[in-house]
Protein backbone atom coordinates (compact mmCIF):
# COMPACT_ATOMS: atom_id res chain seq x y z
CA UNK A 1 0.00 0.00 0.00
CA UNK A 2 0.45 3.49 0.05
CA UNK A 3 0.45 5.61 3.16
CA UNK A 4 -2.38 8.50 1.90
CA UNK A 5 -2.90 10.04 5.35
CA UNK A 6 -2.22 10.02 8.93
CA UNK A 7 -4.60 7.93 9.90
CA UNK A 8 -2.81 5.13 7.72
CA UNK A 9 0.84 6.05 9.23
CA UNK A 10 -1.25 5.48 12.86
CA UNK A 11 -2.96 2.41 12.06
CA UNK A 12 0.09 1.21 10.40
CA UNK A 13 2.00 2.45 14.14
CA UNK A 14 -0.70 0.66 15.85
CA UNK A 15 -0.49 -2.72 13.94
CA UNK A 16 3.22 -2.62 13.71
CA UNK A 17 3.90 -2.05 18.18
CA UNK A 18 1.25 -4.96 18.65
CA UNK A 19 3.16 -7.57 16.09
CA UNK A 20 6.72 -6.49 17.75
CA UNK A 21 5.57 -6.79 21.37
CA UNK A 22 4.31 -10.28 20.44
CA UNK A 23 7.69 -11.16 18.85
CA UNK A 24 9.20 -9.99 22.07
CA UNK A 25 6.87 -11.79 24.06
CA UNK A 26 7.08 -14.92 22.24
CA UNK A 27 11.44 -14.98 22.25
CA UNK A 28 11.02 -14.16 26.23
CA UNK A 29 9.48 -17.24 26.80
CA UNK A 30 12.06 -19.52 24.83
CA UNK A 31 13.20 -22.46 27.13
CA UNK A 32 14.16 -25.83 26.74
CA UNK A 33 11.70 -28.10 27.05
CA UNK A 34 8.68 -25.95 25.41
CA UNK A 35 6.75 -26.79 22.37
CA UNK A 36 6.82 -24.60 19.41
CA UNK A 37 2.76 -25.08 19.75
CA UNK A 38 2.86 -23.98 23.42
CA UNK A 39 5.13 -20.81 21.89
CA UNK A 40 2.23 -20.38 19.19
CA UNK A 41 -0.21 -20.62 21.58
CA UNK A 42 1.48 -17.83 23.83
CA UNK A 43 1.37 -15.34 20.47
CA UNK A 44 -1.58 -16.03 19.57
CA UNK A 45 -3.52 -14.98 23.14
CA UNK A 46 -1.04 -11.87 23.18
CA UNK A 47 -2.41 -10.70 19.66
CA UNK A 48 -6.16 -11.43 20.76
CA UNK A 49 -5.67 -9.71 24.07
CA UNK A 50 -4.64 -6.89 22.24
CA UNK A 51 -7.26 -6.99 19.19
CA UNK A 52 -5.26 -8.26 16.34
CA UNK A 53 -6.04 -11.16 14.10
CA UNK A 54 -3.16 -14.00 13.00
CA UNK A 55 -2.45 -12.43 9.75
CA UNK A 56 -1.07 -16.38 8.13
CA UNK A 57 -3.80 -17.65 9.76
CA UNK A 58 -6.73 -15.07 8.26
CA UNK A 59 -4.84 -15.27 4.65
CA UNK A 60 -3.83 -18.36 4.17
CA UNK A 61 -5.42 -20.65 6.73
CA UNK A 62 -2.52 -21.29 8.44
CA UNK A 63 -2.19 -23.93 11.41
CA UNK A 64 -1.27 -21.31 13.67
CA UNK A 65 -1.19 -18.18 15.14
CA UNK A 66 2.88 -17.54 14.07
CA UNK A 67 5.23 -18.95 11.82
CA UNK A 68 8.03 -21.17 14.22
CA UNK A 69 10.88 -22.30 12.84
CA UNK A 70 13.56 -24.46 13.87
CA UNK A 71 17.55 -25.02 12.63
CA UNK A 72 17.55 -26.36 9.14
CA UNK A 73 14.16 -24.88 8.93
CA UNK A 74 14.44 -21.43 7.29
CA UNK A 75 10.68 -20.70 6.97
CA UNK A 76 6.38 -21.04 7.24
CA UNK A 77 7.35 -23.62 10.29
CA UNK A 78 4.47 -24.85 11.39
CA UNK A 79 3.87 -24.72 15.30
CA UNK A 80 3.31 -28.31 17.12
CA UNK A 81 4.43 -30.99 19.42
CA UNK A 82 8.19 -30.11 18.87
CA UNK A 83 10.05 -29.90 21.47
CA UNK A 84 13.17 -27.07 21.70
CA UNK A 85 16.26 -27.75 23.23
CA UNK A 86 19.46 -26.30 24.09
CA UNK A 87 21.36 -24.81 21.42
CA UNK A 88 18.30 -24.24 19.04
CA UNK A 89 18.22 -21.55 16.46
CA UNK A 90 14.48 -20.86 16.56
CA UNK A 91 12.82 -18.57 14.09
CA UNK A 92 9.66 -16.37 14.94
CA UNK A 93 7.67 -15.07 12.27
CA UNK A 94 4.81 -12.66 13.47
CA UNK A 95 2.14 -10.63 11.07
CA UNK A 96 -1.12 -9.41 12.19
CA UNK A 97 -4.35 -7.58 10.66
CA UNK A 98 -5.78 -4.65 13.63
CA UNK A 99 -7.84 -2.15 12.34
CA UNK A 100 -7.70 -2.87 8.58
CA UNK A 101 -3.67 -2.86 8.58
CA UNK A 102 -1.09 -5.51 8.39
CA UNK A 103 2.16 -5.57 9.72
CA UNK A 104 4.59 -8.44 9.31
CA UNK A 105 8.07 -9.26 11.51
CA UNK A 106 10.21 -11.40 12.49
CA UNK A 107 13.68 -12.48 14.61
CA UNK A 108 15.79 -15.52 14.83
CA UNK A 109 17.28 -16.43 18.43
CA UNK A 110 19.46 -18.81 19.93
CA UNK A 111 18.50 -20.87 23.30
CA UNK A 112 21.39 -21.27 25.42
CA UNK A 113 24.03 -22.12 25.01
CA UNK A 114 24.64 -20.27 21.83
CA UNK A 115 26.63 -22.34 19.16
CA UNK A 116 30.01 -19.74 17.33
CA UNK A 117 28.27 -20.43 14.10
CA UNK A 118 24.52 -19.40 14.78
CA UNK A 119 25.88 -16.47 16.49
CA UNK A 120 27.36 -15.32 13.45
CA UNK A 121 24.57 -16.04 11.10
CA UNK A 122 22.20 -14.43 13.66
CA UNK A 123 24.64 -10.64 13.46
CA UNK A 124 25.32 -11.09 9.74
CA UNK A 125 21.63 -11.22 9.46
CA UNK A 126 20.83 -8.09 11.89
CA UNK A 127 23.43 -6.18 9.82
CA UNK A 128 22.17 -6.96 6.87
CA UNK A 129 18.72 -5.80 7.84
CA UNK A 130 20.38 -2.34 8.85
CA UNK A 131 22.53 -1.77 5.77
CA UNK A 132 19.61 -3.18 3.75
CA UNK A 133 17.27 -0.17 5.37
CA UNK A 134 19.71 2.29 4.91
CA UNK A 135 19.47 2.07 0.83
CA UNK A 136 15.82 1.67 1.65
CA UNK A 137 14.45 5.37 0.25
CA UNK A 138 12.57 7.24 -2.63
CA UNK A 139 13.50 7.10 -6.01
CA UNK A 140 16.21 4.42 -5.26
CA UNK A 141 15.99 1.60 -7.21
CA UNK A 142 14.61 -1.36 -5.22
CA UNK A 143 17.47 -4.12 -6.09
CA UNK A 144 20.04 -1.77 -3.78
CA UNK A 145 18.00 -3.47 -0.82
CA UNK A 146 19.01 -7.24 -2.25
CA UNK A 147 22.38 -6.03 -2.91
CA UNK A 148 22.61 -4.90 0.42
CA UNK A 149 21.50 -8.17 2.07
CA UNK A 150 24.23 -10.07 -0.21
CA UNK A 151 27.23 -8.23 0.51
CA UNK A 152 26.88 -8.55 4.67
CA UNK A 153 26.14 -12.29 3.78
CA UNK A 154 28.98 -12.73 1.44
CA UNK A 155 31.53 -10.66 3.43
CA UNK A 156 30.66 -13.03 6.70
CA UNK A 157 31.52 -15.85 4.28
CA UNK A 158 27.42 -17.08 3.92
CA UNK A 159 24.79 -16.90 1.29
CA UNK A 160 21.09 -15.57 1.00
CA UNK A 161 18.29 -18.04 -0.02
CA UNK A 162 17.60 -16.61 -3.15
CA UNK A 163 13.56 -17.95 -3.55
CA UNK A 164 12.75 -16.18 0.26
CA UNK A 165 12.06 -12.15 -0.22
CA UNK A 166 10.48 -9.11 1.20
CA UNK A 167 7.18 -7.98 0.11
CA UNK A 168 4.82 -5.20 0.22
CA UNK A 169 2.41 -4.89 2.80
CA UNK A 170 -0.16 -3.10 4.74
CA UNK A 171 -4.02 -3.30 3.59
CA UNK A 172 -3.31 -7.06 3.25
CA UNK A 173 -0.53 -9.36 4.35
CA UNK A 174 0.84 -9.67 0.67
CA UNK A 175 1.00 -6.89 -1.42
CA UNK A 176 2.91 -4.93 -4.43
CA UNK A 177 6.04 -5.40 -4.77
CA UNK A 178 5.30 -9.23 -4.32
CA UNK A 179 8.64 -10.18 -4.25
CA UNK A 180 11.61 -8.11 -3.33
CA UNK A 181 14.66 -10.43 -3.47
CA UNK A 182 17.87 -10.80 -1.12
CA UNK A 183 20.21 -10.84 -3.36
CA UNK A 184 21.15 -8.65 -6.62
CA UNK A 185 18.82 -8.61 -9.53
CA UNK A 186 20.65 -6.19 -12.02
CA UNK A 187 17.73 -7.29 -14.11
CA UNK A 188 15.13 -5.46 -11.72
CA UNK A 189 14.81 -2.24 -12.60
CA UNK A 190 11.69 -1.17 -10.01
CA UNK A 191 11.59 2.07 -8.35
CA UNK A 192 11.01 2.52 -4.56
CA UNK A 193 8.04 5.18 -3.85
CA UNK A 194 7.61 7.77 -1.18
CA UNK A 195 4.76 6.60 1.03
CA UNK A 196 4.73 2.77 -0.30
CA UNK A 197 5.03 0.39 2.39
CA UNK A 198 7.00 -2.30 1.98
CA UNK A 199 8.80 -5.37 4.44
CA UNK A 200 12.60 -6.33 4.31
CA UNK A 201 13.44 -9.62 5.51
CA UNK A 202 17.12 -10.94 5.17
CA UNK A 203 17.51 -14.81 5.22
CA UNK A 204 21.01 -15.33 5.76
CA UNK A 205 22.13 -18.93 5.45
CA UNK A 206 25.38 -21.28 6.51
CA UNK A 207 25.26 -22.70 3.06
CA UNK A 208 22.15 -22.45 1.23
CA UNK A 209 20.60 -20.63 -1.79
CA UNK A 210 17.55 -22.24 -2.15
CA UNK A 211 14.76 -23.90 0.18
CA UNK A 212 12.75 -26.59 -0.11
CA UNK A 213 9.24 -27.93 1.28
CA UNK A 214 9.78 -30.83 3.39
CA UNK A 215 6.25 -32.00 2.84
CA UNK A 216 3.94 -30.74 5.47
CA UNK A 217 2.73 -28.03 2.82
CA UNK A 218 4.26 -25.20 4.14
CA UNK A 219 7.61 -25.69 5.97
CA UNK A 220 10.55 -24.59 3.90
CA UNK A 221 13.89 -26.13 4.94
CA UNK A 222 17.44 -26.41 4.03
CA UNK A 223 20.02 -29.27 4.27
CA UNK A 224 20.72 -30.97 7.49
CA UNK A 225 23.34 -29.10 9.53
CA UNK A 226 22.52 -25.60 7.20
CA UNK A 227 21.05 -23.34 9.38
CA UNK A 228 19.10 -19.68 8.16
CA UNK A 229 18.31 -16.71 10.25
CA UNK A 230 16.13 -14.14 9.55
CA UNK A 231 15.18 -10.59 10.58
CA UNK A 232 11.94 -8.30 9.57
CA UNK A 233 10.89 -4.76 9.86
CA UNK A 234 7.57 -3.31 8.48
CA UNK A 235 8.93 0.27 6.78
CA UNK A 236 6.96 2.97 5.19
CA UNK A 237 9.63 4.84 2.59
CA UNK A 238 10.69 8.12 3.27
CA UNK A 239 13.12 10.64 0.77
CA UNK A 240 15.22 9.95 3.48
CA UNK A 241 15.54 6.93 6.13
CA UNK A 242 12.45 4.55 6.16
CA UNK A 243 9.88 4.86 8.81
CA UNK A 244 10.11 1.66 10.83
CA UNK A 245 6.38 0.44 11.95
CA UNK A 246 7.70 -2.77 13.69
CA UNK A 247 9.13 -1.82 16.95
CA UNK A 248 8.09 -2.65 20.28
CA UNK A 249 7.65 0.63 22.30
Excluded at 136 to 151: M, P, S, T, V
Excluded at 163 to 185: C, K, M, Q
Aim: overall charge negative; some cysteine; charged content about 25%.
Amino acid sequence: MSINSEKDLEGLRKVGRIVARCLRHMQSMLEPGITTGELDAIGGKFLEDHGARSAPKLTYNFPGFTCISVNEEAAHGIPGAKVLKAGDLVNIDVSAEFGGYFADTGGSAIIPPESKLHLQICAAAKQALENAMLEARAGAKLNRIGHAIEAEAVRNGFTVIENLGSHGVGRALHEEPEFIPGFYDKRDKRVLKENQVITIEPFVSSGAREVFENGDGWTLVTSPGVFTAQYEHTLVITKGKPLIMTLPT
